[in-house]
């Protein structure tokens, strides 16, 4: 048994050691394998944890606020009655425009002559206006005004004419003679 104990004391003496050589050099194998390379110093190992704005965590962006359904609707019936609003409007000035265009000053003076001359000026109590030049209807204001007497009807007709500028003279003489 001695010499059992020998030998164990002799392997425990070569084996310790060796095992402590075979971990020194694995680990010397490993570090030398690496890429990485040694810290100069300390200094630069030890980087302040929020050095770089990347390495901080940004919050989560948040979604606008999406609106209701029933704001959804009621700013769409506001939009649509703007621009129904709008819109009338439009259609009434050009409506407006094209009365005015439909029914030009002439029209409005021959308002009042349309019971004896009739409504296409085709004569009726009054002489026939249709088949005369607009320069003769003038020129027959013209004196039924200064109160010429122009026959018959001179006293009904210079009443009338009292009351026209030559601008309505001119109107009603082009007006009638587009009745045709």
């Known amino acids: 048994m001695k010499n059992q104990a020998t030998n164990q ?3 425990h003496a070569v084996a310790k050691p060796l095992a402590l050589t075979m971990l020194f050099s694995a680990m010397f194998a490993l570090s030398a394998c690496s890429n990485d390379e040694a810290p100069q110093s300390t200094a630069e190992t030890e980087k302040p944890a929020a050095q770089n704005a990347m390495d901080v965590k940004q919050p989560e962006p948040k979604p606008a606020p999406q609106p209701t359904l029933q704001q959804q609707t009621e700013d769409t019936a506001a ?16 409506v407006e425009k094209q009365v005015a265009e439909a029914a030009p000053a002439g029209a409005t003076v021959y308002a009042t002559c349309v019971g004896c001359h009739g409504a296409k000026g085709e004569g009726g109590m009054g002489p ?3 088949s005369q030049t607009p320069a003769d209807i003038v020129a027959k204001l013209k004196k039924y005004k200064a109160g010429e007497q122009m026959g018959p009807m001179t006293g009904v007709m210079a009443p009338m004419a009292a009351g026209l500028s030559e601008e309505d003279m001119q109107a009603v003489a082009e007006y009638v003679v587009t009745l045709k």
């Open 9 to 11: 004391t002799k392997f």
């Open 79 to 94: 939009k649509a009655a703007e621009t129904i609003s709008t819109a009338k409007e439009e259609v009434k000035q050009e």
């Open 128 to 130: 026939n206006l249709s």
